[in-house]
């Protein structure tokens, strides 16, 4: 399967631990991005790659959120000191990067439950 | 300020058409899109409009008025696998999307 991978599907943890996502793009996918969904909402952008460069990060994302891509191909999303608050689905999506005007594809997401 | 609104909920039944609005207020527009999304599952790209008019993709259309900053995703023969939330959302800046809550539409035998 060449789509979006995300890993681990399912992450339960106490509040307070730290915990880390990793998001695998489409291969020859230059922009990634990071969303955030809660129940009966749709996703909301937290922040952008374009390669291995973060472009923008959106207000949601506290001090206690970071995101890297460090070559430039897979991406992690960690979060500290976890709150109840963070229990949400975390998706990734990547396009291709040549053009404004492009389809994002979502990976399966990581479905966060902080106890 | 930014509101994308679309409705909550619509119920059809098995064979019949649903169209789905979707209004907009956004700072930036570089696109609409429409997404597909069974429960516990990702967002999976439906409809593409950047120009106003019509795009037709087999039981699948959307329209798009920029000036009246609307849109609309028609659904026709609905099938039961079509019970889905229905995502609308407008590009912005850099690529970023910024979805609407979503409309469940549900179908019935």
């Known amino acids: 399967d060449t789509g979006v991978s995300q890993n681990p599907r399912h992450k339960i943890t106490k509040r307070g631990q730290n915990v880390t996502f990793r998001c695998d793009p489409i291969s020859e996918h230059n922009r990634l991005y990071w969303y955030r969904q809660t129940l009966g909402q749709g996703p909301e952008f937290l922040t952008y790659?374009?390669?291995?460069?973060?472009?923008?990060k959106s207000r949601l994302l506290s001090d206690r959120f970071s995101a890297e891509r460090p070559k430039g191909s897979f991406s992690t999303l960690e979060i500290q000191r976890t709150e109840q608050g963070d229990s949400a689905m975390y998706l990734c999506?990547?396009?291709?990067?040549?053009?404004?005007?492009?389809?994002?594809?979502f990976g399966p997401g990581t479905r966060l439950l902080v106890l | 300020g930014q509101n994308i609104d679309q409705p909550t909920e619509m119920t059809a039944t098995e064979g019949a058409i649903v169209q789905i609005n979707c209004t907009y207020q956004?700072?930036?527009?570089?696109?609409l899109f429409w997404y597909q999304q069974h429960a516990g599952e990702a967002p999976t790209f439906l409809s593409y409009n950047v120009l106003d008019g019509l795009e037709e993709k087999g039981r699948f259309s959307s329209f798009l008025s920029r000036s009246k900053g609307y849109s609309y995703l028609l659904l026709k023969e609905l099938q039961m696998k079509d019970s889905a939330s229905y995502l609308c959302?407008?590009?912005?800046?850099?690529?970023?999307?910024?979805f609407g809550a979503g409309t469940q539409v549900v179908v019935t035998p």
């Open positions: 956004t700072s930036g527009f570089n696109g």
């Open positions: 790659f374009q390669n291995e460069a973060q472009l923008e």
């Open positions: 959302a407008v590009r912005g800046s850099w690529g970023k999307l910024q």
């Open positions: 999506a990547s396009s291709l990067g040549l053009a404004e005007q492009e389809t994002q594809y």
